[in-house]
């Protein structure tokens, strides 16, 4: 079992819908986690942190983590052409260790 | 702030060859990681270095790779001998640990190697 799995997509969404990824993991000690978006040819970039269960919104952004299910998701709403791109999902087993394990990512695809 | 800082760019050399990749960390940055990504595997962490000591090597493939980090401002990786089965994009991140919480990596802008 991969330590942190993710559907490769491609996920194909509308613009202005609802775009919705999809993360679990496999180490129940995991405390913290992590989206990263990744532009084709680009370095991933950081776009959200989530530590407790629930939801942590941002702006169109929205992480909810479910702990108990090992489970991390990343919502996108009102999604636009800009936010076609590889998204990764990230987890650090504890604090004070900085090893962030990442899944393979997800592509995602907007549809004008 | 630059950000984080890789050379060269692209790398393209002959099964056999020795393969050096640079980074230069974010200044102030206290920790510092190489990661590789291929399509099949991901991004996958190489090894990691807090305040110039290597802390994590467990990723690294084999004997063949090896990592070093001199001063806080410089890093390097070196494959020897290279194989076509390195061929990857190598990736250098920095990070602060400013508090338990919040602590994001600054990537750079990656090493495309390609051994033929």
């Known amino acids: 079992q991969k330590e942190v799995e993710q559907n490769s997509g491609p996920l194909s969404v509308p613009e202005g819908a609802i775009a919705s990824l999809n993360c679990t993991y496999s180490d129940r000690g995991s405390q913290s986690f992590f989206w990263y978006r990744q532009y084709s040819g680009k370095s991933p970039e950081l776009i959200m942190s989530i530590y407790s269960n629930g939801d942590k919104e941002d702006g169109r952004f929205t992480a909810q983590l479910n702990k108990a299910s090992q489970y991390v998701s990343l919502l996108i709403r009102d999604s636009q052409p800009s936010d076609s791109a590889t998204y990764l999902c990230a987890v650090k087993r504890d604090f004070g260790n900085e090893k962030l394990t990442f899944g393979t990512g997800t592509r995602l695809t907007i549809i004008p | 702030d630059a950000g984080v800082i890789q050379s060269p760019r692209h790398e393209v050399t002959e099964m056999g060859q020795e393969v050096t990749l640079r980074c230069k960390p974010i200044s102030g940055h206290d920790y510092l990681f190489w990661y590789r990504q291929t399509m099949m595997r991901g991004l996958e962490l190489l090894i990691y270095?807090?305040?110039?000591?290597?802390?994590?090597d467990s990723g690294m493939p084999e004997d063949r790779f090896s990592a070093k980090m001199p001063n806080a401002s410089f890093s390097t990786l070196k494959i020897q001998p290279s194989e076509p089965r390195d061929s990857a994009v190598y990736f250098c991140a920095s990070s602060s640990y400013r508090d338990k919480y919040n602590s994001p990596l600054h990537f750079g802008n990656g090493t495309r190697l390609t051994v033929t």
């Open positions: 270095f807090n305040n110039n000591v290597p802390i994590d």
